[in-house]
Nanobody, 123 residues
Framework: QVQLVESGGGLVQAGGSLRLSCVAS????????MGWFRQPPGKDRELVAG???????KYSDSVKGRFTISRDNVKNTVYLQMNSLKPEDTAVYYC?????????????????WGQGTQVTVSS
């Protein structure tokens, strides 16, 4: 059974940092793109960042220069380092694994999801 478990969320002041982790179990995902999405209150889920099996990355414009995604294929883990956090970064953050090898923005391309972790940034 495939399971993705996120950790690292919490409450932080604006300008602070958090590091999210997501451990995948049940099978290896070394051949799949892994990504982080977020869903702010009352809004749709959106792609934050993705990383391919080769290490290529893609970020949403709102987090470029502040967030860094990385992966460890041996540990089946994907990370999201979030710096210079802003109140508008407040959301539930989800890790996801795609069915393919590109960074897709469409939620439908990600069959595997974690349960989500809350990130709250106070002003």
């Amino acid at each position: 059974q495939v399971q993705l478990v996120e950790s690292g969320g919490g409450l932080v002041q604006a300008g602070g940092s958090l590091r999210l982790s997501c451990v995948a179990s049940g099978r290896s995902f070394s051949g799949n793109t892994m990504g982080w999405f977020r869903q702010p209150p009352g809004k749709d889920r959106e792609l934050v960042a993705g990383v391919t099996i080769g290490g290529s990355t893609k970020y949403s414009d709102s987090v470029k220069g502040r967030f860094t995604i990385s992966r460890d294929n041996v540990k089946n883990t994907v990370y999201l380092q979030m710096n210079s956090l802003k109140p508008e970064d407040t959301a539930v953050y989800y890790c996801a694994v795609s069915r393919g090898y590109r960074v897709y923005a469409e939620i439908s391309e990600y069959p595997y999801w974690g349960q989500g972790t809350q990130v709250t940034v106070s002003s």
